[in-house]
Structures are given as structure tokens and as C-alpha cells.
């Protein structure tokens, strides 16, 4: 009996793991279609059709159903505004940040009696701030890393090394895992299992610079490192989210996985760093 329930339990671990590859497999399907059509503006395609799934899940956490629906109809739109142009005008991505923000805040402001108090306001345009940063600009990088001139391999690099990492940890930690790395934040999440998705990260960073020669293989290394660390963080941090809103995940897009940002929350927060480190190593930094 012993070995039976033993089997049964590997067995009832291993499942979700195979629904977790099958989607994921499905996923690059989606992303690498067209990619081979249109090339890097396929990509684009990809990332923009993301963002109104993402703003809608974040609307989801933020929110609670009982919020102004007009307020969070503009947060919809300035969402869009915010990655749209931010993509458009990269030089200027700090300003078109801070311009909706502040026009959003003005906007509550002036609808302040759809808020039954203070707090309440207060508490909707942090939160809206928070959203416009999260899903409105950290999506805008993954466009800038597509107009470099390596965009693709760059895009697939920082895809591959986070995706990499969620996959190690999630396997290191399901045999080997015994420390939980911040139980109040992510029950489930482990030392161990950190530890295996870095190491992952690292091994998949260094082939990938099989396609980017030009970047010596320490370079390649200590991004793939810095990617790895800040991608972890975002996973802990939209976890964090959803304890707060009392969801388990973001969305149910992904079976085996849940939502969008589910996801990609570690490639968002990672992006800006693989965009700035890709800028130093091709010398396009000025």
C-alpha cells in the first residue's frame, strides 16, 4: 500500500506538469506562427494582442467589482495609450508615463463622488499607477527590444532564460524542494526550486549565444543572471497581488499555468533589464 499511494502521488505531481508543457507548447505555436509570416512585426502583433488580455486581469486583481466602472474604463484606455505610444516614441516613454498618470488622477478626482470615501479614492489611483506601470509600460520594452538589431534573438533570449527559470524551479522544487523561499507571499515557492530555475536561466542564456556571437560568453552570463534574479521578483510580486486580492490566478487563459500575466509576469519585469543590458553589449547605449 505504501508504494501504491507513493505512485499515486508522483503520479497526481505529474499531471499538471504535462498540462503545464502541453500549453506552454501550444503558446510558442502561437508566437512563432507569426514570427514566420511577418517576422519581428508578428512579434509586435503578439505582445499588443497580449496587453487588453493583461489589462484585463489587472483590472480583475486591482478592482474590486463594486469600483466605478467608468474609472475603470479609462484605466482600460490609458493602459493602451500608455504601451501604444511608449512603443512609438521610446525617448519619450517616461513622459507619456507620467502625462496619463496624472491626467488619470485628475480624471478621479473630478468623479470623487462615484467613491463612497477618501480612502477609497486614494486607494484606486495607486492602484491605477501601479496598473499603468505593470501593464501599460513594462509590455512598451519588449517592443523596444524588437527594433534592436538582433530584436528577435534578444526577444527569444529573454522568453527562453524566464520561461526556463519558472520550469527549473518548478521542477527542482517539486522533487527537491524543503525551504520555502516566502511562504506569506508564495506557499509553494522554494529555495531549492530558485536555485535549480536560475541555474536553468544560465544553461539557456549560454545557448543562446550560440545566435549572438558577437557577445562574449561572460557578458551573456551575468544578464542571464541579473535576468533570472529580477524575473523570480516578478513572479513573487504578482503573486503578492493576488494574495492581497484573495485570487489564485490571474486568468484562466493558460491551463496549467492560469492567466496572461501569470505568465509573463516575470518576462515584464525582466524585460527593462535585458533591454538596457542588450543596449550596453551591441554599444548602442548613448
Known amino acids: 500500500m505504501p508504494t501504491v499511494n507513493v505512485v499515486s502521488g508522483k503520479s497526481s505531481l505529474m499531471n ?28 509586435k502583433l503578439v505582445v499588443a494582442a497580449g496587453v487588453p488580455m493583461a489589462a484585463y486581469e489587472i483590472i480583475n486583481i486591482l478592482f474590486s467589482p463594486d469600483d466605478s466602472k467608468s474609472n475603470k474604463f479609462v484605466f482600460f484606455f490609458f493602459i493602451h495609450c500608455i504601451f501604444a505610444l511608449s512603443g512609438l516614441y521610446p525617448q519619450y516613454s ?111 542564456g549560454l545557448i543562446f549565444r550560440i545566435y549572438l556571437p558577437q557577445i562574449p560568453a561572460y557578458s551573456v552570463l551575468i544578464l542571464s543572471l541579473a535576468v533570472a534574479i529580477v524575473a523570480q521578483f516578478g513572479d513573487l510580486f504578482e503573486s503578492l497581488l493576488k494574495r492581497v486580492a484573495d485570487v489564485k490566478d490571474s486568468g484562466s487563459l493558460m491551463p496549467g499555468h492560469g492567466g496572461i500575466l501569470d505568465r509573463v509576469d516575470g518576462v515584464l519585469f525582466a524585460s527593462p533589464i535585458l533591454l538596457f543590458g542588450a543596449l550596453v553589449l551591441e554599444g548602442l547605449l548613448r
Open 94 to 204: 517616461s513622459i507619456i508615463f507620467a502625462f496619463f498618470a496624472i491626467c488619470f488622477c485628475l480624471f478621479s478626482l473630478l468623479t470623487q463622488r462615484k467613491f463612497e470615501n477618501l480612502d477609497r479614492l486614494t486607494s484606486f489611483q495607486a492602484k491605477s499607477i501601479l496598473g499603468f506601470f505593470y501593464v501599460g509600460l513594462l509590455p512598451s520594452f519588449l517592443l523596444q527590444i524588437l527594433d534592436l538589431p538582433h530584436g528577435s534573438m534578444w526577444f527569444f533570449a529573454l522568453l527562453g532564460i524566464v520561461f526556463a527559470g519558472d520550469s527549473g524551479a518548478y521542477i527542482v522544487g517539486m522533487f527537491f524542494g524543503q525551504h520555502k523561499l516566502m511562504p506569506k507571499i508564495s506557499p509553494k515557492k522554494t529555495v531549492e526550486g530558485a536555485i535549480g530555475g536560475i541555474a536553468a536561466s544560465l544553461i539557456t
Open 16 to 43: 499538471p506538469f504535462v498540462i503545464r508543457i502541453v500549453s506552454a507548447f501550444i503558446a510558442v505555436l502561437a508566437l512563432l506562427f507569426p514570427w514566420f509570416l511577418w517576422g519581428n512585426l508578428g512579434l
